[in-house]
T-cell receptor, first 117, second 110 residues
Framework: AQKITQTQPGMFVQEKEAVTLDCTYD???????LFWYKQPSSGEMIFLIY??????QNATEGRYSLNFQKARKSANLVISASQLGDSAMYFC??????????????FGKGTHLIIQP | DAEITQSPRHKITETGRQVTLACHQT?????MFWYRQDLGHGLRLIHY???????NKGEVSDGYSVSRSNTEDLPLTLESAASSQTSVYFC?????????FGPGTRLTVL
């Protein structure tokens, strides 16, 4: 079974609209971390946001927020007021365990987001 | 500024040749990782290291090896390159939760 599932291979959104990118995960480990990365056409991996499994509040970073629903094993990324520069591939990833950052990440297959003017 | 670099950025090689991809970070992070990215698969973990002289296999380690002789470097070696190893390779390092990625190396095996 896939550990990270991103069900939206591609999305088209109008500029200035809010965007929700879906991510569900599967783990039996009580301690884990969830990440979102952005990969523009230039290819680099850009860290966006992190949510720990014990964090009580949803993580926010500027226009990015993570809608963490632990019981549903869901960690959706919300981008408010989308911009043309948000067009990119977006990857959800998970770290299992409490390795303090020493564990590799498991990535989903990504969502290709295109913002239209 | 601290950074993580990879070299070469692009490489074309032939089947059966040994290839080494370099990864160098100046954050003094103990944890380093190698991933490969292929269409339809996202990124997959090849090898990782918790520190000097420590290396561990990831999800797709067959045909790859790493060595860690210092904190800054984790070279990835393809012992005998195969066409199935044509991919984009990313190196990353971390000390806390966030992993910092290098710019990637595009490897083509003909």
């Amino acid at each position: 079974a896939q550990k990270i599932t991103q069900t939206q291979p591609g999305m088209f959104v109008q500029e200035k609209e809010a965007v929700t990118l879906d991510c569900t995960y599967d783990t039996s480990d009580p301690s884990y971390g969830l990440f979102w990365y952005k990969q523009p056409s230039s290819g680099e991996m850009i860290f966006l946001i992190y949510q720990g499994s014990y964090d009580q509040q949803n993580a926010t970073e500027g226009r990015y927020s993570l809608n963490f629903q632990k019981a549903r094993k869901s960690a959706n990324l919300v981008i408010s007021a989308s911009q043309l520069g948000d067009s990119a591939m977006y990857f959800c990833a998970m770290r299992e365990g409490t390795g303090g950052g020493a564990d590799g990440l498991t990535f989903g297959k990504g969502t290709h987001l295109i913002i239209q003017p | 500024d601290a950074e993580i670099t990879q070299s070469p950025r692009h490489k074309i090689t032939e089947t059966g040749r040994q290839v080494t991809l370099a990864c160098h970070q100046t954050w003094n992070h103990n944890n380093m990782f190698w991933y490969r990215q292929d269409l339809g698969h996202g990124l997959r973990l090849i090898h990782y290291s918790y520190g000097v002289q420590d290396t561990n296999k990831g999800e797709v380690s067959d045909g790859y090896s790493v060595s860690r002789s210092n904190t800054e470097d984790l070279p990835l070696t393809l012992e005998s390159a195969a066409s199935s190893q044509t991919s984009v390779y990313f190196c990353a390092s971390s000390e806390g939760d966030e992993q910092f990625f290098g710019p990637g190396t595009r490897l083509t095996v003909l």
